[in-house]
């Protein structure tokens, strides 16, 4: 006897929905978002400071012109950021994995322990242990104590997938340790470099909880803005303020997927 | 170029050594051939004539210069890995251009160099390709052709053959054979297939939990072995618990009494014959008859195993040999061919060891242990 549906049916419909369910609940805030962006205050029926704007791209200009500060902190903080957790994290990673030291394991584990500790205790710590130094600094540090895990990981993983005769053979073939780096380790990484930094980027630039405690002012980052825009203004204003903080992000995702060639998952010739 | 190690030595962790002092002298411009099972030390004696593991003990002499201290990338030695490890991100003339751009060779030239070397190995055509698209047999080449390239002093093949199924191998092996020879380079290969061993070495090595177990021209090897285990590691081989008289002269086998071969030591010993050293006779001319158990056709010959009392034995006869099963084989042996071990009193008597005919026996002989 035949079931009038079949099971594996009734599992393809389930997961259909569940697929489309999820990608809703993910893409529909965004549509809304968008749409409040572009759309007329008045149709809301909510107004606050910067509403009154003309024109479509009027709120961006409000934005744009009431955060530019934050902004300039943020860009700033995700541009030392981002180099400083590559050189630091990328050459640990590869001394971790390929040549490994008395304590290096101990060290390695200390580096991956901010992960593991809320944003607020960070931010505390930073503050206490911070004493005077400069404000800008500390949220360099906060934000380096989460996007380092990230680079570890990330390259650690690229390393441990690749065949370690590759470095070998490249010495055997006349290339010293530099060489080897140069012209075998790095361009095989190129892939593991690339997706680290989109991670620190997206963490650094998305960060939260230390960047608004340890804010002032003056020192501010896009994101603690942003709340405040949620807090103080309309949603038209806050809808457009979130554009603004979405916008480098989701090129910086669309262009993961346009690099997943062949090319670059062998890594790059030199 | 003459290649030396002595006492060459390494240990991992805490484990018996890898390699326990080796010393030889490996003849210039010729193809020794280390063989060994797994983990008998052969790779890592390798590495450390290549540089690329440092040795707890001994050296490394490179036409008597002591390079033991000398990084792998300035000892000039050419390396095949057993994974080919040809470079993903560059392509297959890049892969081969490799060596001579790290000395520091122009583009032009190296380019030039590499299309050579290529051609040398019948890979001209497939330059530009990425290594990724390349089969086990191309990228074989493609790594062999690289470490030429350069005009290395020494060439050392880890397993070159290993990775590739067993027609390709066979393939691989006589294109491998007629370059090398063409080379006239001091080579060293390492594999753990006796077959390989045999037609590609010029000399043997035969290596055995980190020690080197006995050297010699193939033939030589083969047909009078230093230990059971190189007897049974080279193809097949009987072994016979038997004993030679006090007095020297016979040679007491459990099935038949021979006479001694000159300068036999008395006492139990082990008495070792290939399979091809057995043969049917006629009952007149036979030294014993044995009760035939199987008979197995392998292609150019039938191996036949049969008891002769309670001792095992294999033997190889013509394929179009009719064997009845009347009144039980009569078999010679070939006196000529008895290799004799000594053997503790009391030591059990074994079976024969069956490896399958030309390929590899390592892991069904012997226990496999971990590098």
């Known amino acids: 006897m035949s079931l009038p549906v079949s099971p594996r049916r009734v599992a393809r419909t389930v997961g259909i929905a569940v697929t489309v369910a999820l990608a809703l609940c993910l893409v529909a805030p965004l549509v809304v978002t968008a749409l409040g962006a572009f759309v007329h205050a008045d149709w809301y029926g909510q107004r606050s400071e910067g509403t009154g704007a003309v024109g479509t791209l009027g709120l961006f200009r409000y934005v744009l012109g009431l955060w530019s500060g934050a902004l300039v902190i943020s860009l700033r903080l995700v541009g030392t950021v981002l180099p400083l957790a590559l050189l630091i994290g990328a050459p640990a990673a590869f001394a971790f994995r390929r040549r490994p030291f008395p304590g290096s394991g101990v060290l390695e584990t200390l580096a991956m322990t901010p992960l593991a500790i809320p944003g607020i205790a960070l931010a505390v710590g930073l503050l206490l242990g911070g004493g005077r130094t400069v404000r800008f600094d500390l949220l360099v540090a906060g934000h380096l104590a989460y996007t380092l895990p990230l680079v570890l990981k990330t390259v650690s993983n690229a390393l441990e997938r690749e065949d370690p005769d590759l470095e070998r053979s490249a010495r055997s073939l006349g290339a010293g340790p530099w060489l080897t780096a140069a012209w075998v380790t790095l361009p095989r990484l190129v892939p593991g470099l690339v997706l680290s930094a989109l991670l620190v980027f997206a963490v650094s630039w998305g960060e939260f909880n230390v960047s608004f405690l340890l804010a002032t002012p003056l020192v501010q980052t896009f994101p603690a803005a942003l709340y405040l825009t949620y807090t103080t203004n309309s949603f038209p204003v806050a809808a457009a303020a979130t554009l603004v903080f979405l916008a480098p992000i989701l090129p910086a995702f669309l262009a993961i997927q346009a690099l997943g060639g062949d090319e670059f998952r062998r890594g790059l010739s030199t | ?371």
């Open chain 2, 1 to 371: 170029m003459k290649l030396e190690v002595r006492g060459l030595s390494k240990a991992y962790g805490h484990g018996r050594p890898a390699v326990a002092s080796v010393s030889h002298v490996f003849p210039e411009g010729r193809i020794s051939a280390l063989l060994g099972p797994s983990g008998a030390g052969k790779s890592t004696a390798l590495w450390m004539i290549a540089g690329l593991t440092d040795p707890d003990a001994g050296a490394v002499f490179l036409d008597g210069r002591d390079v033991t201290n000398v990084p792998a990338e300035k000892r000039d030695i050419g390396m095949v890995f057993q994974s080919y490890a040809l470079f993903p991100h560059l392509t297959v003339l890049e892969n081969v251009a490799f060596g001579l751009r790290t000395r520091g060779v122009g583009r032009a030239e190296r380019m030039a160099r590499a299309r050579e070397v290529l051609e040398m190995v019948r890979m001209a055509d497939f330059g530009s390709r990425p290594v990724d698209r390349l089969s086990g047999g191309e990228q074989q080449r493609v790594a062999l052709a690289r470490a030429l390239a350069f005009r290395p002093r020494i060439l050392l093949l880890d397993e070159p053959l290993s990775a590739l199924d067993a027609k390709l191998r066979e393939d691989l092996r006589g294109e491998l054979l007629s370059l090398l020879r063409a080379l006239a380079l001091t080579t060293l290969y390492v594999t753990h297939d006796q077959a390989e061993a045999l037609t590609l070495g010029d000399e043997l090595v035969v290596m055995r939990e980190g020690r080197i177990e006995q050297t010699g021209r193939p033939a030589d090897v083969y047909h009078r072995p230093a230990s059971p285990f190189v007897a049974r590691f080279l193809g097949a081989a009987n072994l016979v618990a038997a004993d030679v008289s006090a007095r020297g002269d016979d040679l007491r086998l459990p099935f038949a009494t021979l006479d001694a071969p000159g300068g036999a030591e008395a006492g139990p010993c082990w008495a070792m014959l290939r399979p091809e050293d057995l043969e049917v006779v006629g009952p007149a001319e036979a030294d014993f008859t044995a009760a035939l158990a199987s008979a197995q056709f392998l292609g150019p010959v039938q191996r036949l195993r049969v008891f002769a009392g309670r001792q095992e034995l294999l033997l190889d006869v013509p394929n179009d040999l009719a064997i009845g099963d009347e009144a039980g084989v009569p078999i010679r042996m070939k006196r000529e061919k008895i290799v004799l071990f000594a053997r503790a009193e009391g030591e059990a008597p074994e079976g024969p060891s069956v490896p399958p005919p030309g390929a590899a026996v390592s892991s069904d002989v012997f226990p496999r242990t971990v590098h």
